[in-house]
């Protein structure tokens, strides 16, 4: 499907922006130049005619996005976050896309939950209200289970959505083919390589039952953290296209009059989202990757629910590791130390010279750290340093993709609640603790025991990997120096006997 029938779709969506008015307003809310917006309107104007009318009852920007389809509302949904990029207004206007979107017919969620689960809805609850929240992918319900009584909350995909995504991705991939053919400067950011994770994390989505999963593991690794919760799966009750969880009573994020109503203390829920993101990305390696104000609830008694689990993150020990490294450097101001961090992964090529690297970061850190607390941002950080990778030759890390787009999200999360946070004093003791626990002399005492552990698991394959080894090697070396490798062969096999009975003394012990 990724053929040029697609540049009907791309045509349609500069178009439908031009016809809903969607064009103007985007580009004055992102201070465009007039040079731009100017090329941009004269080439959309031609095919004005061919846009979306979209639901005329909304604004202009929100109009259009909810006409395209659902990955560009996903798109909106994360623009809404944003009001230092999109301005105050634009941000609220946006909102909408979180949860409020048009639902579609409940008489067709009851149908898929009866086809799903093979129950009618009559028979599984005795309450089935309507739509309480719609976004661009499904809409909830809330119900009470006939045979206990409990309070559930439905989720049920909306019909034809995945067909809907998959058009979307296929445009997504021409327009990300003719960005490589037109800029070839632009291949190092591999823009096809950035569609392909962004289809495969909106694919997982589109599968309930990996919610359900997601879900059920994020609230066994956060069952410890206070002021923290997870709604219940009920696992009996889940399928491809229908997810009950238990009912999560709270204020909604995006609703700040509601928050102060309740006296929530929103300098602390600030401070705890953006805390509790770091800690789960860096702790456990496994975060939410779609906390906007839609997706997280303040609990009554204060707690922060978080909602909506189809797009989850992971990052492997290693990837924590650098981005705790790079993130304290920063804290600490330290842009050598961030500069060793990139070359030691890998992320900058060998070849640069590591000091001119350090001193673009410090380009990057110090005009940051001069600025007010209330603009003080992880997001204009991250630009920053897009730029200055770009001019050392740094590829995009899709890996690193759901956690950058993830801490903007969040960081601006934090600032609707509290404009004036400093994000890095907040950030600071979640960062400074995981490098304490990881990155220490108790840490690399931890993985030594867990390289031989891994190593003890071929225990009894060692004698005949070792003869293998070296009957290979010593048929291609003249005799006196088969003697001399055969020495050296028995003593690396001493070392490791020997780091095997360290490891369970150790063990044994402690």
Same mark, same amino acid.
């Given at each position: 499907?990724?053929?040029?029938?697609?540049?009907?779709?791309? !045509?349609?969506?500069?178009?439908?922006?031009?016809?809903?008015?969607?064009?103007?307003?985007?580009?004055?809310? +992102?201070?465009?130049?007039?040079?731009?917006?100017? $090329?941009?309107?004269?080439?959309?104007?031609?095919?004005? %005619?061919?846009?979306?009318?979209?639901?005329?009852?909304?604004?202009?920007?929100?109009?259009?996005?909810?006409?395209?389809?659902?990955?560009?509302?996903?798109?909106?949904?994360?623009?809404?976050?944003?009001?230092?990029?999109?301005?105050?207004?634009?941000?609220?206007?946006?909102?909408?896309?979180?949860?409020?979107?048009?639902?579609?017919?409940?008489?067709?969620?009851?149908?898929?939950?009866?086809?799903?689960?093979?129950?009618?809805?009559?028979?599984?609850?005795? =309450?089935?209200?309507?739509?309480?929240?719609?976004?661009?992918?499904?809409?909830? @319900? #809330? *119900?009470?289970?006939?045979?206990?009584?409990? =309070?559930?909350?439905?989720?049920?995909?909306?019909?034809?959505?995945?067909?809907?995504?998959?058009?979307?991705?296929?445009?997504?991939?021409?327009?990300?083919?003719?960005?490589?053919?037109?800029?070839?400067?632009?291949?190092?950011?591999?823009?096809?390589?950035? !569609?392909?994770?962004?289809?495969?994390?909106?694919?997982?989505?589109?599968?309930?039952?990996?919610?359900?999963?997601?879900?059920?593991?994020?609230?066994?690794?956060?069952?410890?953290?206070?002021?923290?919760?997870?709604?219940?799966?009920?696992?009996?009750?889940?399928?491809?296209?229908?997810?009950?969880?238990? %009912?999560?009573?709270?204020?909604?994020?995006?609703?700040?009059?509601?928050?102060?109503? *309740?006296? @929530?203390?929103?300098?602390?829920?600030?401070?705890?989202?953006?805390?509790?993101?770091?800690?789960? *990305?860096?702790?456990?390696?496994?975060?939410?990757?779609?906390?906007?104000?839609?997706?997280?609830?303040?609990?009554?008694?204060?707690? !922060?629910?978080?909602?909506?689990?189809?797009?989850?993150? #992971?990052?492997?020990?290693?990837?924590? &590791?650098?981005?705790?490294? !790079?993130?304290? $450097?920063?804290?600490?101001?330290?842009?050598?130390?961030?500069?060793?961090?990139?070359?030691?992964?890998?992320?900058?090529?060998?070849? &640069?010279?590591?000091?001119?690297?350090?001193?673009?970061?410090?380009?990057?850190?110090?005009?940051?750290?001069?600025?007010?607390?209330?603009?003080?941002?992880?997001?204009?950080?991250?630009?920053?340093?897009?730029?200055?990778?770009?001019?050392?030759?740094?590829?995009?890390?899709?890996?690193?993709?759901?956690?950058?787009?993830?801490?903007?999200?969040?960081? $601006?999360?934090?600032?609707?609640?509290?404009?004036?946070?400093?994000?890095?004093?907040?950030?600071?003791?979640?960062?400074?603790?995981?490098?304490?626990?990881?990155?220490?002399?108790? /840490? +690399?005492?931890?993985?030594?025991?867990?390289?031989?552990?891994?190593?003890?698991?071929?225990?009894?394959?060692?004698?005949?990997?070792?003869?293998?080894?070296?009957?290979?090697?010593?048929?291609?070396?003249?005799?006196?120096?088969?003697?001399?490798?055969?020495?050296?062969?028995?003593?690396?096999?001493?070392?490791?006997?020997?780091?095997? /009975?360290?490891?369970?003394? %150790?063990?044994?012990?402690?």
């Amino acid at each position: 499907m990724r053929g040029p029938h697609n540049i009907w779709r791309l !045509i349609r969506t500069g178009a439908t922006f031009e016809r809903t008015g969607a064009m103007a307003e985007a580009l004055e809310a +992102m201070d465009a130049p007039r040079s731009v917006r100017l $090329g941009l309107r004269i080439l959309a104007w031609p095919f004005k %005619w061919l846009g979306l009318k979209g639901d005329t009852s909304l604004p202009p920007l929100v109009r259009a996005l909810t006409a395209l389809g659902p990955a560009y509302i996903k798109f909106g949904q994360i623009l809404s976050t944003r009001p230092d990029v999109v301005g105050p207004e634009l941000a609220t206007e946006l909102r909408v896309l979180q949860d409020k979107l048009p639902p579609f017919d409940s008489a067709i969620a009851k149908r898929t939950i009866a086809q799903e689960l093979e129950i009618s809805v009559e028979e599984l609850f005795n =309450e089935f209200s309507e739509p309480v929240a719609a976004a661009s992918i499904a809409q909830v @319900h #809330r *119900a009470r289970l006939r045979d206990t009584g409990q =309070e559930v909350a439905v989720k049920v995909l909306r019909p034809g959505i995945e067909r809907a995504f998959r058009k979307d991705i296929d445009a997504f991939y021409l327009m990300a083919s003719w960005i490589e053919t037109l800029s070839p400067a632009s291949r190092r950011l591999r823009p096809q390589d950035v !569609i392909e994770h962004f289809e495969g994390v909106v694919m997982r989505e589109l599968d309930l039952r990996i919610e359900s999963s997601a879900a059920g593991e994020f609230a066994a690794r956060t069952e410890g953290d206070e002021g923290f919760t997870v709604p219940a799966v009920n696992w009996f009750l889940c399928s491809r296209r229908v997810m009950m969880l238990d %009912w999560a009573e709270g204020v909604s994020f995006s609703d700040i009059e509601a928050i102060d109503a *309740a006296g @929530h203390d929103r300098t602390a829920l600030a401070e705890r989202v953006l805390q509790m993101f770091l800690r789960h *990305a860096l702790r456990d390696g496994f975060f939410h990757a779609d906390m906007h104000q839609g997706n997280l609830k303040v609990a009554p008694n204060g707690d !922060i629910v978080a909602l909506d689990f189809g797009i989850m993150g #992971r990052l492997d020990e290693y990837t924590r &590791r650098v981005y705790a490294e !790079i993130l304290m $450097g920063f804290i600490r101001r330290d842009y050598r130390r961030v500069a060793e961090v990139h070359f030691e992964a890998g992320y900058v090529p060998a070849d &640069r010279d590591i000091d001119e690297f350090a001193q673009a970061l410090r380009s990057v850190g110090e005009p940051i750290f001069g600025m007010d607390a209330s603009r003080i941002s992880m997001a204009r950080l991250l630009s920053y340093l897009f730029e200055v990778t770009e001019q050392f030759g740094m590829e995009t890390r899709t890996e690193l993709i759901l956690l950058q787009r993830t801490m903007v999200v969040v960081e $601006g999360v934090a600032r609707s609640l509290d404009e004036n946070i400093n994000i890095w004093s907040t950030a600071r003791p979640v960062v400074e603790q995981y490098i304490t626990e990881n990155l220490g002399p108790k /840490a +690399m005492l931890r993985d030594l025991v867990r390289t031989a552990q891994v190593l003890s698991r071929f225990g009894p394959r060692l004698p005949q990997m070792a003869q293998d080894a070296l009957l290979s090697h010593a048929n291609t070396l003249p005799p006196p120096r088969r003697s001399r490798v055969a020495e050296r062969l028995a003593y690396l096999v001493g070392g490791v006997l020997l780091a095997f /009975a360290s490891v369970a003394v %150790w063990e044994f012990w402690f």
